[in-house]
């Protein structure tokens, strides 16, 4: 893998390069001589795209905030414009135009980078896709309800603490409805949540909603949803396993067998329980975990 401060160095200096070379060029040769010195040197969408993949998968400090900076250059170099309030709509370097690939790293930093604020971040990447006219994919949303997923704490006040848990899920909510709205829109298999959709989901629920009966329906209508998808994984149950009650367990994977569940919870695996629970998760297993 991609050393981050190795990648940012190779960036930097790629910029620099290509900055200078440009000044030169421009002072010593005429419109003729061609360019192709400078623009070997430029740094492309890939390369940057690349660079935040590293920063994203880093643990280094801030590192949601240099993936949006570096986010911020590619999006400039494809608006042509430094000023978000001025050129919209110039049209700039076509070379430049971010990809789906691209905002999941960004996404992926804003996951991995746990601060307040980086759930609301992760949500108005959507717009800004939507500026720049890339569809948003499965990656996108999957990341999205991760990066929502957890709470960080900005205030000791239990009544603030309550209402923003409540907005964070809402953020999850939104994106797990939209990616599910993809099943009525299409029959294929690559459409709509999988496993890892429904892992991220049941982690929002179990993290930011209390221990009451309205939890208690999201998670049994979420688990119903994803046997009947055929998506169940070992990953979700290990979850349920962890943070629910035993009983509660119990039940929701009993509810689709007539042997119900006869040892211990720990010990169970996917492979245990239905098999049209599990299916479809072979087929789609690498598609939440990359972009």
Not at 75 to 101: F, Q
Not at 151 to 156: A, C, K
Request: hydrophobic letters at 35%.
């Amino acid at each position: 893998s991609l050393q981050p401060a190795r990648a940012l160095g190779l960036l930097e200096l790629m910029e620099d390069l290509s900055s200078s070379s440009a000044l030169l060029s421009s002072a010593t040769y005429s419109s003729s001589s061609g360019g192709d010195g400078v623009e070997s040197l430029q740094p492309d969408m890939i390369i940057y795209s690349t660079v935040i993949d590293a920063i994203a998968r880093s643990g280094m400090v801030d590192s949601s905030c240099l993936a949006l900076h570096l986010l911020d250059k590619i999006e400039c170099a494809y608006l042509n414009t430094r000023d978000a309030d001025v050129g919209r709509g110039i049209e700039g370097d076509e070379a430049m135009k971010p990809s789906a690939k691209t905002y999941s790293c960004v996404l992926l930093a804003l996951a991995n980078d746990r601060k307040a604020g980086n759930d609301q971040k992760a949500w108005d990447i959507l717009d800004r896709m939507k500026e720049v006219g890339v569809q948003p994919n499965a990656f996108t949303y999957n990341y999205i309800i991760n990066c929502a997923s957890y709470f960080v704490p900005s205030d000791d006040d239990v009544e603030i603490r309550r209402r923003k848990k409540m907005e964070t899920f809402k953020i999850a909510l939104a994106s797990f409805q939209r990616l599910r709205r993809c099943i009525t829109t299409t029959t294929t298999l690559d459409a709509g949540p999988d496993s890892f959709t429904y892992a991220f989901f049941l982690k929002a629920c179990l993290n930011l909603l209390p221990p009451d009966d309205t939890r208690r329906n999201v998670v049994r209508q979420t688990v119903g949803e994803c046997c009947e998808r055929g998506v169940m994984s070992d990953q979700i149950l290990r979850r349920l396993v962890r943070r629910l009650p035993e009983g509660e367990v119990i039940d929701l994977l009993s509810c689709g067998s007539s042997d119900g569940i006869g040892v211990n919870l720990k010990m169970v695996k996917v492979a245990d329980l239905a098999p049209d629970w599990s299916r479809n998760v072979w087929k789609k297993k690498k598609r939440g975990g990359s972009r």
